[in-house]
């Protein structure tokens, strides 16, 4: 039963508090790290936590806290993992792991020196719908993969940060397209070496330097192709699909718009706001039960299940920093307009 | 946290541990009872339960059990619950309540009368798409309610007794229909009377005695209408969908076979075999999570955290009595030919 | 080639001359009747007719016309149909054929005393998606016909004379399920005879004295249902939707709200205004081809290909005539709350 | 009112014919020429061609014919445009235009030196679906369009001459790519020049020369992005979506598989074959009416009409050239794994 410290109070940490504490969890979140007092008492309050802090070392090194959870800007990854290291804290942090593969490599390189458990959220690959399709796939339901593709598009982020490209450590092929490759990569298989990676992106939109548009291809040694669309430019709402191709089947998932749930308002009954959606009237596609259909709880009970038994989870450090090399090589072929190597 | 003592370890049975026990959640099954040893220990050991027995009655006694968890067959559900009130155990109980009203109505009084906790296990009611929805009937998006339709079809029971009038108590009009009469209720309003029910019956397909296929009308005070269609001769998988009308907007729920997850299989890959679809080639249609998908882990959320903070839950006995008492109109209707009272 | 004299120039004779000189077609509208000089004129003008007139008579009497197409209100079909025996003209009517059987009756004896051919534009019998899944019907892919459903509900009609009970015979029961009993009677086969009819209907939002929305199953002689639904009451644009069960197999047709074409407009970018949609931004589901996928174009060609080799097109005034009976039916039960019996 | 010599009695041009000759069409089919005696008597006898032929000049110089219209293997497009040119006979060919740009070119400088109409056969940017999106991108609905895809997937050719380099001139990019480079292209605009083309293609399921999977992307000067998705390797029928994005919304468009008509049937009712599809039991989605929908309908009315009134089509052989040109620039990027230039 792992005793949580979080350390940051914003969209994810929250979001990640939710399927924590939701549910019947044994589990709680024992201390909240915050830059502003507000936030962190805030926080501690909703979630109840004993202990809340503006100092992030003082969440980590707390004794109650055994394993910390990174919910923090891109640039804040690195340091707070080294932290984490420092008290020998077991840590799991957010996506991306790093802003590049450079700093993913050392962020790799100390947890494994530390000997710490070290999860890497990527809730993409938990969600339900992905388990059932990868145990299809994994039972050959679809004979050899061929192909896969994962979108995600919507209208761009929601905090300043992600515009600032020293915190964000890029656009949205960092933000968006670490979940789609390490979907493609799921797929295809993770011990399939991804060799090369081709890249269109543009700032087509966003008054950004960084990328608000990309397409790219990662190719795998069995020449299998990974394929993500990313967009902070797409009107519409949230776009979440992936697909995938082999020589005997295939797969479409839709993880968001269009799931099942469909709903009409001309809007005069009630001050209705649908959640992401651009719009509140019209035809509206809400999500049954957002935390469970995005992997969240699959993911949390796969890691702290590992915590408990002292094995490693289903997403360590190693597969953020294949995703990290992976985008690295996208945003080298942005830029040369060359296939570029994977350098691992 | 409640000790919870299972009846029954059939399919519902097991589909119940399955959520009780998931995720990562605080409660277990202490005892479980079987009418055969091996069923009872083989449950036992899938779900890590102290005890079992082949006695109902000790199971039930059982001084760490506080809470029965009923998963037998209709005809057992009163004999259960009147031990339960015997040993002052709070329970709960699948659908549907009674096999009728008059049973049910005693069930009801049983329980008041012991002063139990007593919950009825509706799940389609805490699907993570029936909450969404009903929440935004609720905040006025759809205007006043005018009709709730609800579907439940499939191409026929898994288990002998369901075809046993005596021990089933009706056909798909008790099976199926109950859900649908609870689903319509819930988006009409739990406090609007239900009035007169007409009901069209008939064995089109199946050699047997109860209905194979129905469709009722179930008039609420207000002039609201509900709707059923059940049936156990549908072919294509089980389809479950729901809709609801109002002044100001409309609702369209998909529960199972077109819910955001779509595959083609050759069948040339793998033994692939799609849970409850009636073909395993061709396009098929899983669901991510069916335990959390048809409400099974709200609905227990629900119901334990009343138990601890002594409330009642969402749906009670009462609410099953309702749910019989409307049933019962529906069957005199099929028989009569006429809209027939509800007597509550 | 027959030559065409256009009785009424509103919303369905546009419609209807829009397929009928739709794609590249031999056929000609050659006059055409409207009580207003102004509206009489314009249609001719826009659809190429050598001769308009304010008098029904002249139209049909008109030399050059040898087949008539009555698009007037429900209270004049008859009376147009009697001129056109009179003139031993070809005739075709829009639906409903008359405001009730006794009507509809005088019409088909008529046509048959007068002995020219009659069609009856029951169009929703001729869309491409009802002749494919009819088509599989009888090649039996769906074994025996236990059930078929029709759903037809809108926000409301969008003329004066629809909501005055002397002009237009009924509401939405005449109106909408006119077409629901068609398509229903279709798929459980025209010869199988209709036996007897339970109806709810209401009269729940709008300020009239007919019903705005109804519920009805149809029983067949072979113990089969047809269903009917139908609203003036539903939000969210036109739902038209059908759906078939037999022992081997079910079909679903999403006709207008969900047909594979789905666009998301902010509305900035233009004024843009969707076809009957209630809104026009947001997301918003147009169809493709209107005039094709409402059955306009296969049914002109059914009955001009008739008209030409002197036989009688797929649905005559006989067929509409038995849609009258079954709807009189569904008006006794309304009112009635019993099974009526279907009198033809 | 045309008079028509088709070229080729194989799959495309039964096709054309059945949309020709389909609904109450003045045109007629004159002569036909195909290389064996018994496929020409048989199409001229299914289709009521007057002349019949084996030798292709014959068809095309023959008196009463004044439109001629390639259904030929890729190979004999020029050889066929060149006799028309030598006629003067008006001409239409299917898609591809020609092998490649310098074939396509030589054919477009042919015609505009003889002074015929030349139209280019693409039936989809003909479709109901696409006509509706484009007029609605055309109205600003959109904004500024940033990316437009079109996929087309299917699980090979069915004739023998698509697999043989010479013949056909490419594989799957050529065949089908063809296609979404044009919708792509009309979507972006079809004055916006292409610029260069990024294209992965490998050859990975089928024993061929040629390759079976691409994906493209091209680069429009305005900094538009056209995406193309092709494969002969998809199982699961014929995948047709094309997919938009602009500044203020998006499209979506399913054009084959998911388009609001669904059956399942288990196969015993009846020896039910769907077209086109992988199985024949289980859960099938014929389309309505492919002509139709495919666009054969429109695109022959828009030549037709052009041809009557002396006027250019919307597709001409300057975009069947076009297309070539992007796609010669596809194939050279598969090979040298550069952007490569288009060179118009
Ligand atoms: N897994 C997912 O699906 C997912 C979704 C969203 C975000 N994320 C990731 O979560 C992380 C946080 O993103 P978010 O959306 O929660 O952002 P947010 O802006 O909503 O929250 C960021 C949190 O970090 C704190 N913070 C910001 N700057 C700081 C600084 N300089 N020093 C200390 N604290 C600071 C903020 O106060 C806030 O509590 C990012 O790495 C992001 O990529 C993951
Ligand atoms: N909520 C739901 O969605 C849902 C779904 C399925 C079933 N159910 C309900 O659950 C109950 C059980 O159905 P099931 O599908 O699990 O059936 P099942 O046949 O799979 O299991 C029934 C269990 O009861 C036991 N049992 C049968 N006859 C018995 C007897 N005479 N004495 C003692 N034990 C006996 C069996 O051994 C088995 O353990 C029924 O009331 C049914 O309506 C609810
Ligand atoms: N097949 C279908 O799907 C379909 C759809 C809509 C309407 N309809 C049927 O078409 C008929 C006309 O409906 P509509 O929607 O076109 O209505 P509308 O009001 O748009 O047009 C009616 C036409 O009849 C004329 N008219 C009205 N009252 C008249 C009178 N007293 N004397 C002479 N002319 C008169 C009007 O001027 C107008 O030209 C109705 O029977 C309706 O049920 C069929
Ligand atoms: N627009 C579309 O969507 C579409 C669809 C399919 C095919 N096509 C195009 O149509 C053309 C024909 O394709 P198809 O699918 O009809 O092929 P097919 O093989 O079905 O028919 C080809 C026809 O050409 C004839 N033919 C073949 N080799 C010949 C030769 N050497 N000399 C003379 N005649 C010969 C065949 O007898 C047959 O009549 C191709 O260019 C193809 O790209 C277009």
Redesign the pocket.
């Known amino acids: 039963m792992p005793k949580i410290a979080m ?9 990640y508090a939710d399927s924590i504490l939701g549910q019947r969890s044994r589990d709680s979140i024992v201390s909240v ?4 007092k507000e ?1 962190a008492e805030k926080f501690a309050k909703d979630y109840h936590c004993k202990h809340w802090t503006t100092e ?1 070392e003082e969440a980590i090194a707390h004794p109650e806290v055994d394993l910390v959870c ?8 690195e340091i707070a993992v080294l932290l984490c290291c420092k008290h020998k804290k077991a840590v799991m ?4 792991l790093g802003r590049n593969a450079t700093e993913a490599r050392r962020m790799l390189e100390a947890v494994e020196d530390a000997g710490i458990l070290n999860a890497y ?4 690959v938990y969600t339900p719908k992905f388990l059932k399709a990868h145990a299809s796939v994994q039972n050959g339901a679809l004979g050899r993969i061929l192909w896969a593709k994962s979108r995600e598009t919507h209208p761009g ?6 515009w600032d490209l020293e ?2 450590g890029g656009g949205c092929i960092l ?1 968006l397209g ?2 789609c490759v390490e979907i493609a990569r799921s797929f295809i298989g993770k011990d399939i070496r991804p060799v090369e990676v081709m890249c269109w992106a543009d700032t087509q939109v966003k008054p950004i330097e960084a990328e608000d548009h990309a397409i790219g291809l990662v190719k795998y040694e069995n020449g299998a192709i990974g394929q993500f669309e990313v967009s902070w430019t797409f009107r519409g709402g949230m776009d979440l699909r992936d697909e995938v191709m082999g020589t005997e089947g295939t797969i479409w998932i839709n993880n968001f718009l269009r799931t099942g749930l469909e709903m009409f308002t001309t809007g005069k009954g009630a001050d209705y706001v649908a959640e992401k959606a651009e719009s509140n009237t019209g035809w509206l596609f809400p999500m049954g039960d957002e935390v469970n259909d ?1 992997g969240y709880n699959h993911m949390f009970t796969d890691v702290f299940n590992a915590f408990e038994k002292g094995k490693a989870p289903k997403e360590t450090f190693y597969d953020g920093y294949v995703v990290n090399a992976i985008l690295d090589a996208a945003y080298r072929s942005a830029r040369t307009k060359l296939w570029e190597p994977v350098q691992l």
């Open positions: 350390l940051g109070s914003g969209f994810i940490g929250r979001f790290y915050s830059r502003r936030s992030m990174i919910s923090l800007p891109n640039n804040l990854h942090t957010t996506k991306p959220l990527e809730d993409l982020p929601h905090s300043e940060w992600f915190q964000a933000d670490c979940h995005l």
